[in-house]
C-alpha cells in the first residue's frame, strides 16, 4: 500500500464485482485505518500486516484474512461474509454487525460484540469488560476468559465461553446448556477451527428482566 493510495485500494475492492478477480493481496497496510471496508461481492482478501480502526467495516460476502492485528471497530456493522484476524483485536470488535463471521485467533479487547444483532463471533483468546453489551442477536464465543460486566443489558444473542468471567453484567445469567446449544456451538469451532469441545463450554443470556420497566428492578438499569 506504499505505493497506494488507500482510496484507489478500496475503490478497486468495491467494485471487484463488476470485474473477473476473485483474489485480492494487500500488503504493507502500515496500520491504515478502514482498509477493506464497504465490500458487496463474493471476493477473497488478505491482508499482509497490521490494520488500524474499522478493517472490513460494513462486510458482505466477502472472506477477509488478516495476517495480524486490527484496531478498534473490526468489522463492525458486518453483514455477511467472514472476516478471520489472525492476531488481536481492539476495541468493539464486531460492533452492531447483523450476520457473517468474525473470527480473532488472538484476543480481543473490550466491547467485543457490543450491540450485536446477528453477527457470529469466535474468540479464541480472552475478551475485555462490557463485551455483548446490549446485543441483541448471534453468538458470541471465547476459548478464554471474559472481563467484567459480560452481556450487561443483554437481549436475545447467546454467549459461549470456556474459561472464567469475571463479572456478569445487568440482567446476564448462566443458562442450561441444551444439545441444540451444543451442536450451534460445536458449527461455531468447526468453522473457526478452534480446537475445543462444546462441553468445555458454559452459556450466558439474558434474565429478560429488562425488557419492560419494572420498579422492582429499578436499580439495574
Sequence with gaps: MAEIELREVNVSLQGASTTNYTRFEIRNPRG???????????????????????????????????????????????????VIVEGDASQYAGATGHGGLLVIKGNASSRCGISMKGIDIVVHGNIGHMSAFMAQKGNLVVLGDAGDALGDSLYEARLFVRGSVKSLGADCIEKEMRPEHLEILKDLLDKAGADAKPEEFKRYGSARKLYNFNIDHADEY
Excluded: F
Aim: with cysteine; hydrophobic share 40%; charged share 15%.
Design 32 to 82: 491504515s485505518h478502514a482498509v477493506a471496508v464497504g465490500l458487496d461481492a463474493e471476493i477473497e482478501v488478505t491482508v499482509k500486516g497490521s490494520t488500524g480502526y474499522y478493517c472490513a467495516g460494513m462486510n458482505k460476502l466477502a472472506t477477509v484474512h488478516v495476517e495480524g492485528s486490527v484496531g478498534p471497530g473490526a468489522a463492525e456493522n458486518m453483514m455477511s461474509g467472514t
